[in-house]
């Protein structure tokens, strides 16, 4: 039973369930970002703490971002007995992340064979005020009996990666007692670290050196009845930047540490609270999404991007995907521009490489990287290695071209609501006609107008297809949008001319003709055509594999899919939701809803959350609300399996998305926000702040 919808809570620990609650248990403040692994080492444990943008090459491998040296970890032994919940379970336990300030509490009553029971007290935090400062407060309670702890705690570089190490060493000091600092470069010659550590509490302790594990040690008898407190400091400073102080909070500071870290989330939650009267696990799941959108969101340019699963595991090795323009981007563009403009950004600086990427594939324009990492070239591998078998190719990188179109559609998006100008006519204008380009040099003249060959569309099941819908509807609506833009730069102050983007206005004016060429394939019944031959592809009944936990995809295997009408995830359906002019009227959306949707199987995380979206639009609300709750499951639930390798990021943000643009139905109209309610059956009501051209909305939504 939900009572506090800021806190998410555990109140068992289960091994086999581990890795995924070490993924929902991430903390984060837009800088760093650890994992929910425990103070103690456990067996198959993914210890890692992040810093945004911090990516390295090491070699053999494909870039990602390298987790730092871990600053959580605590070995501790009671009486002798190693602190180890698997080896003798816990007779209390209880774990909350506190949503509102970012501080996450484990409880523990534990007593090991021949020891007193001890209560144990670890919080964790990641300062939201100072970003590179991480702290750790522990509380032994000796309940019964006297205890002697052995404590061990420091930097430890031995963990954090799973593919090879990151950092070497370079040097530790210890310039007082308690004072650890370490130095590291990473394995790629790309960056360099320096660690400070501090551990107040401890009274003497020994420190042992070891240069990719130094730590402190001590030996403390706590008397039956009193307490230990322990605090530690840690502070990261990456390439000897500037911006971050190395020193450390005083002494006795961690519940002020606390409280500064709540306040700077507090000014954060004022535009992205959300409220539903009626129903607090939504809430609660709201919250969860929010905080960890906003803990993963770079909130000045770094250079970092926002990773397909956060900075909460290794899954797809932080690269970013379409996910974070089409579901994270808006989310923010509504609640917390600047941190999409700070995406936008990252967007623009991967400009060069997308001209690169076009030029390569010997087209013009820009083409940008379906996964990108520090820069804007192309990251995404071009083989898989499956445990068991061959290395299969994976072919996203070079077809699925959507993506161009994707993030000039964040961009326009941010630019409609905010009508920051200079964005558009700094950046946006280039990564719009830039694209459309693109799209000129890749259509092929054909029967029935221009088409697109040999593409992915979001729908990854069918590969190399032509004229998915998606894209070419994308590609359409990016050339339109371009033309439009122009229009709007040619008398708008301070935009640059055309000339200056390199291009003239006779390029641009053949754009819209182009558009209205492109394949646009529907029945007489305005059901899309998702790809050429769709439509003859054999049908299977997708309820009749049910119950199943695995995709259809590893059932039925890639060879035969490609002759299967079975999607994995919204198409015709995303497209429509994106521009809605595609849904002309309510029929043909509910006709293109009905033809698609059983054959749809959510086997991507971005689906169901879009599909509870669409289903709302569609005053469909009690399949849109069952939508919305297996969408919050996989997470919150694990109910993909492979939780373990990070928060889903484009299902948090479209979950947002599916309650305030689906539910509420916010749009944009002439004046400002529009609502449109198509709440479900417990929700009384949904609160929510939209930011319009820099005024603030308070938002509350009833039936
Ligand atoms: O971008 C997605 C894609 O649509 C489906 N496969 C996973 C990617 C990363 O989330």
Not at 337 to 361: I, M, N, V, W
């Amino acid at each position: 039973v939900t009572t506090d919808t800021w806190l998410l809570t555990e109140d068992r620990h289960v091994p086999d369930v581990a890795g995924w609650k070490e993924a929902i248990f991430t903390i984060a403040n837009g800088y760093l970002s650890t994992r929910g692994t425990f103070e103690e080492r456990r067996a198959g444990e993914l210890r890692c703490t992040f810093i945004n943008g911090l990516f390295v090459e090491p070699p053999g491998e494909i870039e990602l971002l390298g987790a730092v040296p871990d600053w959580t970890g605590l070995s501790l032994t009671v009486d002798g007995e190693p602190f180890d919940l698997d080896r003798r379970p816990p007779a209390g336990y209880r774990r909350t992340l506190d949503l509102r300030s970012g501080l996450l509490t484990r409880t523990v009553l534990w007593r090991g064979a021949e020891t007193g029971t001890v209560k144990l007290t670890f919080s964790r935090l990641l300062s939201m005020a100072r970003p590179n400062l991480a702290a750790l407060h522990l509380t032994v309670e000796a309940l019964t009996d006297t205890v002697t702890l052995d404590v061990e705690t420091g930097l430890d570089a031995t963990v954090g990666s799973p593919a090879t190490p990151v950092w070497t060493p370079a040097g530790v000091e210890q310039p007082s007692p308690t004072l650890l600092t370490a130095g590291y470069r990473s394995v790629d010659g790309r960056h360099t670290l320096e660690v400070a550590m501090r551990m107040d509490g401890l009274g003497d302790a020994k420190a042992i050196t070891e240069p990719d594990h130094p730590r402190l040690r001590a030996t403390v008898t706590v008397p039956a009845g009193e307490r230990l407190e322990l605090t530690k400091y840690v502070a990261y400073r990456p390439d000897r930047g500037p911006i971050h102080p190395m020193d450390l909070p005083p002494e006795g500071s961690f519940s002020s540490v606390v409280g500064s870290s709540r306040t700077a989330w507090s000014e954060r939650w004022r535009g992205s609270g959300v409220t539903i009267d009626g129903d607090a696990e939504a809430e609660l799941a709201l919250h969860f999404a929010a905080f960890q959108l906003i803990g993963a969101a770079p909130p000045t340019d770094t250079g970092a991007g926002i990773g397909a699963r956060l900075m909460s595991g290794f899954g797809y090795r932080h690269h970013v995907f379409w996910d974070t323009d089409i579901f994270i981007t808006p989310y923010f563009t509504l609640t917390q521009p600047d941190l999409s403009r700070t995406h936008l950004a990252y967007r623009f600086r991967g400009l060069d490489g997308a001209r690169r990427k076009a030029a390569r594939f010997g087209r013009k324009g820009a083409f940008w990287a379906w996964e990108s990492a520090a820069t804007g070239d192309d990251v995404t591998p071009e083989w898989s290695k499956p445990v068991f078998g061959p290395p299969v190719r994976i072919w996203t990188g070079q077809l699925q071209e959507h993506i161009t179109a994707d993030v000039a559609w964040a961009a326009d998006h941010y630019w409609r609501w905010t009508g920051d100008d200079r964005f558009m006519a700094d950046e946006g204008l280039a990564i719009t006609l830039e694209g459309a380009r693109y799209w000129v040099s890749r259509v092929e003249e054909g029967s029935g107008g221009l088409h697109i060959r040999d593409v992915i569309g979001p729908d990854e099941y069918h590969i190399h297809v032509d004229d998915n819908f998606y894209t070419n509807a994308m590609a359409a609506w990016q050339l339109r949008r371009a033309v439009e833009l122009a229009h709007w730069a040619a008398s708008a102050d301070g935009a640059p001319r055309l000339e200056e983007l390199g291009f003239t206005a006779g390029e641009v004016a053949g754009f819209a003709a182009l558009a209205d060429r492109i394949h646009l394939h529907s029945r007489r019944d305005g059901v899309w055509e998702q790809h050429d031959g769709f439509f003859g592809l054999a049908e299977i009944d997708l309820a009749a594999w049910e119950p199943r936990v695995r995709a259809i995809y590893d059932l039925l295997g890639e060879e035969r899919l490609q002759h299967t009408a079975v999607i994995k995830q919204a198409d015709v359906v995303m497209a429509m939701a994106l521009i809605p002019e595609h849904a002309r009227t309510a029929v043909t959306g509910a006709a293109n809803w009905d033809y698609y949707a059983p054959k749809t199987d959510h086997g991507s995380s971005l689906s169901l959350a879009l599909h509870a979206r669409v289903a709302a639009r569609l005053g469909r609300t009690e399949e849109a609300y069952e939508l919305f709750g297996r969408a919050v499951a996989i997470d919150l639930a694990d109910s993909m399996g492979n939780g373990r390798d990070g928060i889903h990021a484009a299902t948090q943000g479209g979950l947002l998305l599916a309650a305030i643009e689906g539910f509420a139905g916010l749009g944009l109209g002439e004046d400002g926000p529009t609502t449109d309610p198509r709440l479900p059956e417990p929700w009384r009501s949904i609160g929510f702040t939209v930011q319009h051209r820099g005024t603030t909305h308070e938002m509350e939504v009833t039936r």
